[in-house]
């Protein structure tokens, strides 16, 4: 009896949960965010700021001892915007997406604290859209544009 009461347990619902965990997401994650070129090296967005197209990133997921598990490349659009599928649900992982690179010629410098974001890969959490939004990530152009110090003065006068 009791032999049977463990099967039928397995059957109906170990069983569907092993099969459905292995299988593509039929409705994937859609993780959306920018690329910018810090043209004031400021650290933040402004209204100097450009965004970059055909940037790279990439989305990388990692279990507790930070043994990356899951990788997918992404590219800007002309907006500087990338849209990257996620088929699988990582809800057990820690995920970022990250700067790869920077076609933007004296902009290929990552901004350390801005050249990475942590975004949410589950189902299991009360977000009912298949939407995700990373925050935007930026580059550091080499030299700084002219005009930035009005610019950033300006903010500070904003501040107070």
């Given amino acids: 009896m009791a032999k049977s009461v463990m099967m039928l347990a397995l059957c109906l619902v170990v069983l569907p949960a092993l099969i459905s965990a292995g299988r593509p997401m039929s409705h994937p994650f859609v993780l959306q965010g ?3 070129c810090d043209t004031c090296r400021a650290g933040f967005e402004t209204s100097a700021t450009t965004y ?6 990439r989305v990388e997921c990692k279990d507790k001892q930070q043994k990356v598990l899951y990788t997918k490349d992404g590219t800007t659009d002309s907006t500087g915007t990338y849209y990257i599928n996620i088929n699988e649900d990582h809800g057990d992982e820690t995920c ?4 790869v690179s920077s076609p933007m010629g004296g902009c290929k410098t990552a901004d350390p604290g801005r050249d ?5 890969l589950t189902s299991y959490n009360g977000i009912v859209s298949d939407n995700r939004f990373a925050n ?9 544009m002219s005009g930035c110090t009005t610019l950033l ?3 500070m006068e904003e501040e107070d």
């Fill in 34 to 36: 920018r690329v910018y």
């Fill in 52 to 57: 970059i197209p055909g940037a790279m990133v």
């Fill in 96 to 99: 970022d997406v990250v700067l």
């Fill in 116 to 120: 990475r974001a942590r975004v949410v």
């Fill in 136 to 144: 935007a990530m930026g580059f550091m152009k080499d030299d700084i």
């Fill in 153 to 155: 003065q300006s903010l």
